[in-house]
């Protein structure tokens, strides 16, 4: 982004955790399996050695906005079994800052119990409440007796949506575009991402007009907690265009709307979290044929809609790119030993205890 906008060279608090530019190549196996045109990757998963997926790009303007405000711990909260709280600890690890988690009821899979011990051992102080109410009433209790200690955290929200983390993915856009300048892939017709908390989406839209490459960004709904709306994700990709220009009045300005957040719906299943049979499916084939691994809860979803999608118009005869926003890191092999269940805080314990939901 600063390669192509010299003025904002040095006005984005900025740390550097991502090893960049991520692989692009042709899905040749899955491709032709469903007689699709042209299916691509974008192997977000292997963004960076700490963690992998699409945190670490919005982290690294998370991160550094932190720093630059003179803050020691951040704040963010999700899912029990988050990766964005995940990466989030990791990475702040990795830079001297703490982590305070604040987690929230999903379905329970063997993936969030391990999810839950990492966040342990990498660190993490944790809190738990059964419900959003809930959830914001004990953050405003941790924030307040922080602040009683003249320590108050710098707040990252749900997935580091926000203005600042939004750049991580307007970011990648530019990425991307030298990628097609340089004939590793042609310009993609639509670009299909899974949508949590809507970051993502929001940056890959907004960049991909500032970049001038002629893509629709697709949506995969994959929540139901407070789910974003395309009129939402306009205003947020609109205040971070605002701050680009803040930081560089001469940037001409984009305007995004709405209907520049097309979404596609039924991939849910019952629950945020909740594996579904055309995921399961999904990640099977995905490692199978392509030897690249999925998560239930984001990317296998997304992939089940990319199958459906491609096998009719329009994307059928379409240039289709899968942004892969998992990370396939091997983070046990930093946080090793994984603590037992017991040394969590107590309130974690019944997660342990009863079946999985999967």
């Given at each position: 982004?600063?390669?192509?906008?010299?003025?904002?060279?040095?006005?984005?608090p900025h740390?550097e955790l991502?090893?960049?530019?991520?692989?692009?190549y042709?899905?040749?196996?899955?491709?032709?399996d469903?007689?699709?045109?042209?299916l691509?990757v974008?192997?977000?998963?292997?963004?960076?050695r700490y963690y992998?997926?699409n945190?670490?790009?919005?982290l690294?303007f998370?991160l550094?906005?932190?720093?630059?405000?003179?803050?020691h711990?951040v704040?963010?909260?999700g899912?029990?079994g988050?990766?964005h709280?995940?990466a989030?600890?990791?990475?702040?690890?990795?830079?001297?800052?703490?982590?305070i988690?604040?987690?929230?009821?999903q379905?329970?899979?063997?993936?969030?119990?391990n999810?839950?011990?990492?966040?342990?051992?990498a660190?993490?102080?944790m809190y738990y409440a059964p419900?959003?109410?809930?959830l914001?009433a004990?953050?405003?209790?941790?924030?307040?007796?922080?602040?009683l200690?003249n320590e108050?955290?710098y707040?990252?929200?749900?997935?580091?949506?926000?203005?600042?983390?939004?750049?991580?993915?307007?970011n990648?856009?530019?990425e991307?575009r030298?990628?097609?300048?340089?004939?590793?892939?042609?310009e993609?017709?639509y670009?299909?991402?899974?949508?949590?908390?809507?970051?993502?989406?929001?940056?890959?839209?907004?960049?991909?007009?500032?970049?001038g490459l002629?893509?629709?960004?697709?949506g995969v709904?994959?929540?139901?907690?407070?789910?974003?709306?395309?009129?939402?994700?306009?205003?947020?990709?609109n205040?971070?265009?605002?701050?680009?220009r803040?930081?560089a009045?001469?940037?001409a300005?984009?305007?995004i709307?709405?209907?520049?957040f097309p979404?596609?719906?039924?991939?849910?299943?019952?629950?945020?979290?909740?594996?579904?049979a055309?995921g399961?499916e999904a990640?099977e084939?995905?490692?199978?044929?392509e030897?690249?691994?999925l998560?239930?809860?984001?990317?296998?979803?997304?992939?089940?809609?990319?199958?459906?999608?491609?096998q009719?118009?329009?994307?059928?005869?379409?240039?289709?790119l899968?942004w892969?926003?998992y990370?396939s890191?091997d983070?046990?092999k930093?946080?090793e030993p994984?603590?037992?269940?017991?040394?969590?805080?107590?309130?974690f314990?019944?997660?342990?205890t009863g079946p999985l939901?999967?």
């Amino acid at each position: 982004m600063e390669r192509a906008f010299p003025a904002l060279r040095g006005k984005l608090p900025h740390v550097e955790l991502a090893s960049l530019p991520t692989r692009v190549y042709r899905l040749a196996n899955l491709q032709a399996d469903l007689g699709a045109k042209s299916l691509w990757v974008k192997r977000d998963d292997e963004s960076c050695r700490y963690y992998g997926g699409n945190k670490p790009r919005k982290l690294e303007f998370l991160l550094g906005d932190a720093i630059g405000r003179g803050k020691h711990t951040v704040l963010t909260n999700g899912g029990i079994g988050t990766n964005h709280g995940l990466a989030t600890t990791i990475c702040a690890r990795a830079l001297g800052l703490k982590t305070i988690l604040l987690l929230l009821r999903q379905p329970l899979t063997a993936a969030v119990r391990n999810n839950l011990r990492r966040d342990f051992a990498a660190g993490a102080e944790m809190y738990y409440a059964p419900t959003v109410a809930g959830l914001i009433a004990r953050g405003l209790r941790v924030a307040g007796a922080a602040l009683l200690r003249n320590e108050l955290p710098y707040i990252i929200p749900t997935g580091g949506t926000s203005k600042v983390g939004v750049l991580g993915y307007v970011n990648a856009a530019f990425e991307l575009r030298e990628q097609i300048g340089a004939g590793e892939m042609p310009e993609p017709d639509y670009i299909f991402v899974p949508v949590g908390s809507g970051g993502t989406l929001a940056g890959l839209v907004l960049g991909t007009k500032l970049a001038g490459l002629h893509t629709s960004v697709v949506g995969v709904m994959v929540t139901d907690v407070l789910a974003p709306t395309p009129t939402r994700l306009a205003w947020l990709a609109n205040r971070t265009m605002r701050l680009l220009r803040q930081r560089a009045p001469e940037l001409a300005p984009v305007q995004i709307v709405a209907a520049d957040f097309p979404m596609i719906h039924g991939y849910l299943g019952a629950a945020y979290g909740a594996p579904t049979a055309a995921g399961r499916e999904a990640q099977e084939r995905m490692l199978r044929r392509e030897d690249i691994q999925l998560d239930t809860t984001y990317s296998a979803k997304c992939v089940a809609a990319i199958i459906d999608a491609v096998q009719a118009p329009p994307y059928r005869e379409a240039n289709v790119l899968f942004w892969n926003t998992y990370s396939s890191v091997d983070v046990d092999k930093q946080l090793e030993p994984l603590p037992d269940y017991r040394q969590l805080p107590q309130p974690f314990h019944q997660f342990f205890t009863g079946p999985l939901e999967e």
